[in-house]
Each structure stands twice: as C-alpha cells, then as structure tokens.
C-alpha cells in the first residue's frame, strides 16, 4: 500500500502520521522545503486534524512529533514531545477544510523558483507549457499576506475554493488534494513549471504553446 495515497477515513492513523513524514522527507530532499520552514497536514475523522509541529525540519520528522487539533485549533492530542506546538500556519490549513470539504491534505512549501517569479512580480504563465493548461490549470498568486498570521488564511479563503494549487506571494506555496500523494505531485509539477519559465526569461524568450509554425 502506498502510504502516500491513503484516504484518512481508510486508514489508521499510524499510517497516515508516517505518510506525513514521508511527504516532509520527499519535499525536503526534493528542495521544495528548507530549514524548518512549511508545514503539512491532513483530515482525520471527527473533524480533526494531524499537523506538523512549528520548529521541526520537516525532512527529519518523527511519527510522533505531529499533532491532531479540531477545526477551531484547539489542541486534542499533543506530541510525545509536550514542548511541541501545531505550526503558526494552521489558520492557513484550516481555512483549506473549511472551504473544501473534498481536500484531505494540504502542503504548504517554500519551492524557490516559483517564490522567486513573485519576488520577480513575474505571473505564471498558463501560456506555455500544455501540462500547465491539462493538468494544473490556472495558477494564481495571493495577495501578499504576513507569514503566521490570520492574513494567510484571509488571501487564500476565494482562490483556494476552485483551485488545487497557489503561490503565495513572496511566501511559497500552497497545494492541496484528496491525498498526501495527490499535494506533493501538484507542488512538484508546480515548481516544475516555474524553473522552466525562470529559464526561459533568462534565456531571452518565453514561447507560448501552442507554437505557431
């Protein structure tokens, strides 16, 4: 079985505690995390949550350093390490529950090439790459909003009902799915598109698609 692709309401929570730690391994190998910057989470039964802790690298989690809190973020469950809070962007994460009862996982990361197109004030473009326009879609970018603070959750409550991935402006990104698995390959494909585009402008010449012959 892979972990990663679990739905929360079949699986027993122990899975699913390692399928957020295998997800925080993945994006942290992958250069999408760095530090202890992001932050990951999926939908229990009960209308309750399993997060990661603040201050932790996510490429070294244990199963026992997440925690589960209800949907006003109160903390039911702590980690074995008592020290340990959910991380300062869970009014972000439970924003996402709240508007779309369909996700059960979201992943908020720091990928650098699509944080650096904000930085850049550069949009991206839907226009260039057809996995864009068949598989992601449009992508946009949230109003700047302070890291930690309930503002995150104020930028993404519109975009994030019809939309599976955001780059929050000059803060990383946002994806979500109906599984752990389903965030991590819209967050790899989004940083994908983004380093092709970053490589093109410096290039000289971005082609939209399709080409004209």
Known sequence: MNILRAHPAQSEL???RQAIVETGRIAY???????NDGNISTRLPGERI????????????APEDLLIVDMNGRLLIPAADPS?????????????????PDVHAVLHAHPA???????ANKPLRNDVLPEVIML????????????????????????IRTHDALVLRQHG???????????LITLDRLEHVAKVLALAEMMGQVTPWPLKI
Do not use: W
Not at 29 to 34: I, P, S
Not at 89 to 98: A, C, F, I, K, S
Not at 113 to 119: E, G, I, M, N
């Open 14 to 16: 122990l899975t699913l």
């Open 29 to 35: 190998e992958r250069g999408h995390l760095t530090a």
């Open 50 to 61: 399993l997060i990661t802790p603040a201050g932790l690298c996510k490429g070294r989690l």
């Open 84 to 100: 340990l809070r959910p991380t300062s962007e869970q009014p972000m994460h439970l924003e996402v529950y709240r508007q779309r």
């Open 113 to 119: 090439f699509a944080t650096a197109l904000t930085v």
């Open 136 to 159: 992601l879609g449009d992508i946009p970018i949230t109003d700047y909003a302070t890291p930690s603070s309930q503002e995150n959750a104020d930028v993404i409550r519109e975009l």
């Open 173 to 183: 990104s946002l994806t979500v799915g109906r599984t752990l698995d389903e965030a």
